[in-house]
Nanobody, 124 residues
């Protein structure tokens, strides 16, 4: 069984930066693509970013492209989401997810393991 634990969320002002971390335990995820999703109040969960098993290929939602960056450290079984130039519309609970696919995936249905989420709130 894989457990994913996110951290790094918080309350920041617009324009600030945050770095989310997701540590996996229970299984090495070096062969798995990883992703970040978010869910704002009253909205469906949406894709944010994905990184393949090698860490070379990444994919972003248009809404965060150029502002967010996903990376991974397979030696530490950890994936990161660097979020810059945050906007109030980025406010959401951010979830880390792991898929058995090795290639980037932007659909929640392809992900098998999910963390509990970390709250990110951006004030204007």
């Amino acid at each position: 069984q894989v457990q994913l634990v996110e951290s790094g969320g918080g309350l920041v002002q617009a324009g600030a930066s945050l770095r989310l971390s997701c540590v996996a335990s229970g299984r090495t995820l070096s062969r798995h693509a990883m992703g970040w999703f978010r869910q704002a109040p009253g909205k469906e969960r949406e894709f944010v970013a994905s990184i393949d098993a090698t860490g070379i290929n990444t994919y972003y939602a248009d809404s965060v492209k150029g502002r967010f960056s996903i990376a991974r450290d397979n030696a530490k079984n950890t994936v990161f989401l660097q979020m810059n130039s945050l906007k109030p519309e980025d406010t959401a609970v951010y979830y880390c997810a792991a898929t058995t696919w090795s290639t980037v995936q932007n659909t929640a249905a392809f992900y098998d393991y999910w963390g509990q989420g970390t709250q990110v709130t951006v004030s204007s």
